[in-house]
């Protein structure tokens, strides 16, 4: 694939600097107002987690604003998997392929401090520079890590040991962005869990 050129058709995309985005999708900004983050234990579950605050790019229709849309993707899901709280994982448009309703039953627990992670990891690495567009979508490789740490808790004094499952590890896949209806639709897309090489 050849870099691009200033005389290529205009796009809003032609007209960025070709900025690298490789690493871990980050957000910069989260509320912190609560006070210092404190992980969860076995007699309290995480306390004062930082809130996710959405990027003022993310509805670009730009490289810069796919990228904030993963990260904060990325920093939501965690989010919601330490809290329960999905409010601000409900603000990205994700494929209706990616269905979250299997974590309904745990973010019923979790926000009710039934039960709890001791402090959860969600990590989207992007390992490319830049995403490749094909038709009206980009295709961004990139890793995944699902890491909800060692152990559950419970509010009756239990502890559980979390099962492995190969996602704490990274996971190699793309993140899949379509701007569509003035936002990007994301979508994470593994090729194998059973795959850690």
């Known amino acids: 694939m050849s870099p691009a050129v200033s005389t290529s058709s ?12 490789k690493g871990e999708a980050k957000l910069e900004k989260y509320e912190t107002s609560a006070g210092t983050y404190e992980p969860g ?11 996710p605050i959405k990027p003022a ?17 990325a920093a939501s899901f965690q989010y919601f998997v330490t809290t329960g ?15 979250l309703s299997d974590y309904d039953e ?31 979508s980009y295709t961004w490789p990139s890793t995944v890590v699902f890491d909800y740490g060692k152990n559950v808790h419970n ?17 190699k896949g793309y993140m899949k962005g379509k701007y569509t209806g003035g936002v990007w639709e994301v979508t994470i897309m593994i090729y194998d869990l059973s795959d850690n090489s």
Do not use: C
């Not at 234990?41 to 930082?50: D, G, L």
């Not at 709280?85 to 269905?99: A, F, I, P």
């Not at 973010?107 to 402090?119: K, L, S």
């Open 10 to 21: 205009s796009s809003s995309a032609s007209s960025e600097p070709a900025k690298s985005y």
């Open 41 to 51: 234990t076995s007699e309290h579950p995480p306390r004062n987690v930082p809130k």
């Open 57 to 73: 790019n993310m509805n670009e229709n730009s490289v810069a604003g796919l990228y904030s849309t993963i990260a904060f993707y």
């Open 85 to 99: 709280d999905r409010q601000y994982l409900d603000q990205v448009k994700t494929d209706e392929e990616e269905d």
């Open 106 to 136: 745990m973010a019923q627990y979790i926000a009710g401090g039934v039960a709890w992670f001791e402090n959860p990891k969600i990590v989207i690495t992007l390992t490319t520079d830049q995403p490749t567009k094909s038709g009206s």
């Open 155 to 171: 509010a009756q004094g239990q502890t559980v040991p979390v099962p492995s499952t190969g996602a704490e590890k990274p996971q």
